[in-house]
């Protein structure tokens, strides 16, 4: 990458801290009739009336359910708000949202108006859309909503998906915000995510493995191949490490699609180490240096080792940003990093007994997760609240169960239509481990089930989909609500 010329500071914008600016108005001509939207209640139920692959069991990947024309085509009606954005995209398997929160946290602490538009929500639609940590306010929310479904009434032929709507609805509320910059996460795949329909500054790549194979291919090749159709031609690319043969994968499309690539570690000085003081206690700390950078064993702000890596990669993105007159002091980015918060990665919500919630929802998540409990938590006996969806690999998510739970209640995500059954859950954790299980029809079944069978120096710990971490955070934010009330 080329060197940094000037490294002026942008100045952050204030738009985001006063009261909404005056938006851009949709396209009136040949608008067909909306049903009538007034509020965020209304705003949210014309977008849950959308098509939402989140939640469909049966979809085809192709380029009629996953549509950038159509996405385009959407964004020209509201003016592509995208085009006055400076944007970093995050695509990969697993680590997205960590590096994202990573990367959004430390712009922040450089000055910087940061919006964030990640997925999925563990509770509220709006944690999807935020700026420097603040959610989008209620008003905002259905004001960028509607213009978004005004604007796709005006579209000829078929209408925005779920996603494709929500990804506009940032952009243009981040575009009326003014923000610096704009941290994008990529929902599936790559080559016909809706956020690739934008031209970022830079693209991040967190590791690839094996998840929705039965839309993304079934090896890990097929996989980087669907991740790499985000590249744009002069885009510089930066990957964490990879397997082998996602390397390979990966610069044969960088190549071709006419973009640079380097990677953490062999193209990028870049190394951890694991470690325990009496201030941090079990954390892992990271250097990375370029010409332009140099930072020094900075403490990793998220549990487990696999998060230096995504560490790793956003202080790589934050040096890369510096080619085009961002600033990153090292300060700065260590008080940023200690400032990353991110619900439902390895987050504790009870203390007694102690229950943790993780949205892992694959295989090598579901390793990295048990490996992280045993490295920063002590326990006697771990039980494991687990539920995923049907699509999934469930045979090789159940094994990494059997290796790393004590006990094993299965239970079914509620907000889940994707969610596979408890009965199949623990007939097939049976069949391939032949251990016991139980069942439980509801997550808080299970959780009462869970904390009658712990001591003191056990964890229970929910996982195997987002949709399930979530239930669990709500269940214990409207337990002590009701228990503040009550006193």
Not at 167 to 179: K, S
Not at 230 to 257: C, M, N
Not at 302 to 318: F, I, P, S, V
Request: net charge positive.
């Amino acid at each position: 990458m080329p060197a940094s010329s000037t490294k002026k500071k942008t100045k952050r914008s204030t738009a985001a801290k006063s009261s909404p600016t005056k938006r851009r108005s949709a396209p009136a001509k040949s608008t067909p009739k909306l049903p009538p939207i007034t509020n965020y209640t209304t705003a949210t139920k014309w977008l849950f009336d959308l098509a939402d692959h989140e939640k469909q069991r049966l979809v085809k990947y192709d380029d009629k359910s996953f549509n950038l024309n159509r996405m385009r085509k959407l964004l020209k009606q509201l003016g592509d708000p995208q085009d006055q954005l400076k944007c970093v995209q995050i695509v990969g398997t697993k680590g997205k949202g960590s590096t994202c929160a990573m990367l959004a946290s430390t712009l922040d602490a450089c000055g910087y108006t940061v919006g964030l538009f990640t997925s999925p929500h563990l509770i509220d639609l709006r944690e999807r859309i935020t700026i420097n940590g603040s959610l989008i306010s209620y008003p905002d929310a259905a004001d960028v909503i509607k213009q978004v479904a005004t604007a796709s009434a005006a579209m000829r032929g078929e209408g925005p998906t779920f996603f494709e709507a929500l990804t506009a609805a940032a952009l243009l509320y981040f575009a009326d915000q003014a923000v610096d910059i704009a941290v994008l996460e990529t929902g599936l795949g790559g080559r016909l995510d809706s956020v690739s329909a934008i031209t970022p500054l830079l693209i991040g790549m967190t590791q690839i493995s094996l998840d929705h194979t039965h839309l993304l291919g079934d090896t890990v090749q097929e996989i980087a191949a669907e991740k790499a159709g985000a590249f744009k031609p002069d885009v510089p690319v930066i990957s964490v490490q990879q397997e082998k043969p996602v390397v390979q994968v990966l610069k044969e499309k960088a190549e071709e699609t006419g973009c640079p690539i380097q990677f953490t570690g062999p193209d990028i000085d870049f190394s951890y180490r694991f470690e325990a003081n009496r201030e941090l206690g079990p954390h892992t700390r990271v250097c990375l240096t370029t010409p332009r950078s140099k930072y020094e064993h900075l403490a990793v702000p998220l549990k487990g080792e696999h998060q230096a890596l995504n560490c790793g990669l956003a202080l790589a993105l934050l040096d890369g940003l510096k080619q085009f007159d961002f600033v990153a002091e090292e300060g700065d980015v260590m008080r940023g990093l200690a400032q990353t918060e991110l619900h439902g990665r390895l987050e504790q919500v009870h203390d007694t007994p102690r229950v943790l919630i993780d949205g892992a929802h694959n295989p090598a998540s579901l390793q990295g997760l048990i490996k992280s409990l045993g490295a920063h938590y002590q326990y006697d006996s771990l039980v494991m609240i687990f539920g995923c969806a049907a699509d999934k690999q469930v045979d090789a998510m159940l094994k990494q169960v059997s290796l790393g739970a004590d006990k094993v209640i299965f239970t079914k995500a509620r907000t889940s239509p994707r969610a596979l059954e408890a009965d199949d859950l623990m007939r097939k954790f049976g069949d391939l481990s032949g251990k016991m299980a139980q069942k439980c029809t509801t997550l808080e079944q299970a959780l009462r089930t869970a904390a009658r069978a712990v001591s003191r120096e056990d964890l229970i710990i929910v996982t195997g989909s987002f949709y399930l971490a979530g239930e669990a955070r709500k269940f214990f934010i409207d337990a002590k609500a009701k228990q503040a009330k009550a006193s």
